[in-house]
């Protein structure tokens, strides 16, 4: 059973921002590196963004200088600010274990919409 729970996905408009949620346990957190990593219809799911048990990050240049990924230590959450989205956005977001995440650990997802 995983222990990754996504949510603040959503429909938005291109241009717009988002805000996704992934709530985890603190020994996790404080461990390992997590990324979010997204699956769009007929794709292979990627990476976009990961962050380490300390500070250091990684984009895909796919999403950089428009995504944002941090933590809250505290309450054992790590966040995706996605700012100036684009059609291509358009996915199923999931955070996991990177860079290699564990398939038993992948969770439900929260859907991210850009459409006009």
């Known amino acids: 059973q995983g222990q990754f729970v996504e949510s603040g996905g959503g429909l938005v408009q291109p241009g717009g921002s988002l805000r996704l949620s992934c709530a985890t346990s603190?020994?996790?957190?404080?461990?390992?590196?997590v990324g979010w990593y997204r699956q769009a219809p007929g794709k292979q799911r990627e990476l976009v963004a990961s962050?380490?048990?300390?500070?250091?990050?990684n984009y895909a240049d796919s999403v950089k200088g428009r995504f944002t990924i941090s933590r809250d230590n505290i309450n054992s959450a790590v966040f995706l600010q996605m700012d100036s989205l684009k059609l291509e956005d358009t996915a199923v977001y999931y955070c996991?274990?990177?860079?290699?995440?564990?398939?038993?650990?992948w969770g439900q997802g929260t859907q991210v919409t850009v459409s006009s």
């Open positions: 996991n274990f990177a860079p290699s995440p564990l398939s038993s650990f």
């Open positions: 603190r020994s996790l957190l404080n461990t390992y590196a």
């Open positions: 962050i380490g048990s300390g500070t250091r990050t």
